[in-house]
Nanobody, 126 residues
């Protein structure tokens, strides 16, 4: 069964850090496009970071220099390390995946992903 399950969300003060984790099952993340998305109150879902099979990473401008996406292919985990968190980062964070051959490139587009987790809430207070 293809599944993504996120964990690691919580409440932190501005300037704090969190690490989100996403456990993948039923498919190889090593050959997939993987990504993190978020949706804040009253906002559309937006791409935060993505990584592909070559290890190429891309980030939304709003998180560059603060967030880092990484993955453990052997253990099938995707991570999002978030530093210098701001209240504007408050959102439900979801991981997403898209397989295919040849392996798809990193992307921040919602429509480029077909498998989604349910999300983990991140709340940053000022």
């Amino acid at each position: 069964q293809v599944q993504l399950v996120e964990s690691g969300g919580g409440s932190v003060q501005s300037g704090g850090s969190l690490r989100l984790s996403c456990a993948a099952s039923g498919f190889p993340i090593s050959t997939s496009r993987m990504g993190w998305f978020r949706q804040g109150p009253g906002s559309e879902r937006e791409g935060v970071a993505s990584i592909d099979s070559d290890g190429t990473t891309i980030y939304a401008d709003s998180v560059k220099g603060r967030f880092t996406i990484s993955q453990d292919n052997a253990k099938k985990w995707l991570y999002l390390h978030m530093n210098s968190l701001e209240p504007a980062d408050t959102a439900m964070y979801c991981c997403a995946a898209q397989g295919g051959w040849p392996s798809p490139r990193a992307s921040l587009k919602v429509t480029d992903f077909g498998v989604w987790g349910k999300g983990t809430q991140v709340t940053v207070s000022s």
